[in-house]
């Protein structure tokens, strides 16, 4: 349990707080609806965080660098479960979408700025995996990233163009050896400052989507310039921005050459979006096993504040949202899990933009569950839940950026809104 300045919870709640009666917490809403392997895969990673969290003596504070975890976590296969790894000889049995999900639930609980870490270099992994075709010096980066022992990172998001994947401005310039030369800027990338390996999106042409390529970047080479956006909401999380200078990038890190990168691009949608929805989930439990446990010890005019309707309700309120969209996650996550095992990874079209469309949808309501959920827990330990005497503090913070990470609201309302029109186009033609 996190005791960072000075302790304002007294010593019995602060104690009931503490990792172990949470992961309990959780697990008690959990059993009616996982099956006998997620429930048991939930459960050792929540052994291993906590024998880790004891044996490290890990506060959580702000002077702990979450970079340092990775090899750990790594070496157990925690870093993403979202593949089994076989080609690079790890051969998770327990892996998928739906296996993803017990993992973020019990990394959240232990570590916010942790899980989201992991999350963004399991956006890297993904198209390295996706796109390796064997060839050795991807496969060696892939097993890096995945084995914890370097974070990775994805860029996309350019400082004029936010949201707008598709019509981005970093330039890649063929070579007649088939290298390319990079030259751009890329910002709010989490975890490049600490990254050895990135993905990149560049274009051969400014502003064209159709003309857009995929790159695998090792941050040691020439060209790589990256400094450190600090955002203080996360500030234990190494966000960078990059100026991209006549960087080389050999024939054989070509993930998709020129035309090719708006297609990887979209493939990779659903997972990430679904990721931070698993998050915003996992957050608002986190939240919501605080002030829970909180609520029952506190007392207020002689009462456990739980009795006054005003906590009590809000409490069922939330609690009974976040049960209602952890259900709803969990049948998504199985239901792609079964559709990529059936169709061998390669999604028919009019699925996969179905999918994509709910992934938006499941992203933008996790979101603004996880804002709404996080700041009325914190409100109703009071002063407890601001302080930073518990990771209520991490909570709040993450819980504010979610709607912005992995594409705006506004962004995931077009989508949305879009997927509307191609749902009446095909009933209607």
Request: proline fraction near 3%; charge should be negative.
């Amino acid at each position: 349990m996190a005791r960072f300045m000075t302790q304002v919870i007294k010593d019995e709640i602060l104690e009931k707080l503490n990792l172990e009666y949470r992961y309990k917490l959780l697990n008690e809403n959990l059993i009616p609806i996982l099956s006998e392997d997620q429930f048991d895969f939930l459960k050792t990673i929540q052994e291993f965080c906590l024998k880790f969290e004891k044996d490290n003596n890990i506060t959580h504070g702000p002077e702990e660098d979450i970079y340092e975890w990775y090899p750990y976590f790594g070496k157990e296969g925690f870093i993403t479960r979202q593949h089994n790894f076989e080609v690079i000889g790890e051969n998770y049995n327990q892996y998928g979408l739906a296996m993803d999900f017990m993992r973020t639930l019990a990394l959240d609980f232990f570590d916010p700025q942790l899980a989201m870490s992991f999350g963004a270099t399991v956006i890297g992994i993904n198209p390295i995996y996706e796109h390796h075709e064997n060839v050795p010096v991807r496969l060696e980066a892939l097993k890096e990233l995945v084995t914890g022992r370097t974070p990775g990172c994805l860029l996309i998001t350019e400082p004029e163009r936010g949201s707008d994947a598709v019509h981005q401005l970093t330039l890649c310039e063929e070579q007649n050896d088939g290298s390319f030369l990079l030259n751009g800027e890329k910002v709010y990338q989490t975890n490049a400052p600490k990254s050895k390996w990135a993905v990149a999106y560049a274009t051969a042409e400014k502003n064209n989507g159709n003309k857009m390529a995929q790159f695998l970047i090792n941050t040691s080479w020439e060209g790589w310039n990256c400094e450190r956006v600090l955002i203080p909401w996360v500030p234990k999380l190494y966000l960078g921005k990059e100026n991209l200078v006549n960087l080389r990038v050999p024939k054989e890190y070509v993930l998709g050459g020129v035309g090719k990168g708006r297609d990887h691009l979209f493939e990779g949608l659903i997972p990430e979006r679904i990721a931070i929805a698993l998050r915003g989930v996992a957050e608002s439990w986190g939240a919501l096993s605080h002030a829970i446990i909180y609520a029952n010890m506190r007392k207020q005019f002689d009462k456990e504040i739980l009795f006054f309707q005003g906590v009590g309700f809000l409490l069922t309120d939330l609690w009974a949202k976040t049960t209602h969209l952890t259900h709803a996650l969990l049948k998504f996550c199985e239901s792609y899990d079964d559709k990529m095992r059936k169709y061998e990874g390669n999604l028919p079209r009019n699925i996969s933009e179905s999918m994509v469309a709910a992934a938006s949808q499941y992203k933008y309501s996790c979101a603004k569950l996880s804002e709404r959920v996080c700041y009325q827990c914190a409100n109703v330990m009071g002063g407890a839940g601001l302080c930073d005497n518990t990771l209520m503090h991490d909570l709040l913070n993450i819980s504010r950026i979610q709607e912005i990470i992995g594409g705006a609201r506004q962004i995931h309302s077009f989508i949305m809104s879009r997927g509307l029109r191609r749902m009446f186009r095909n009933i209607t033609t």
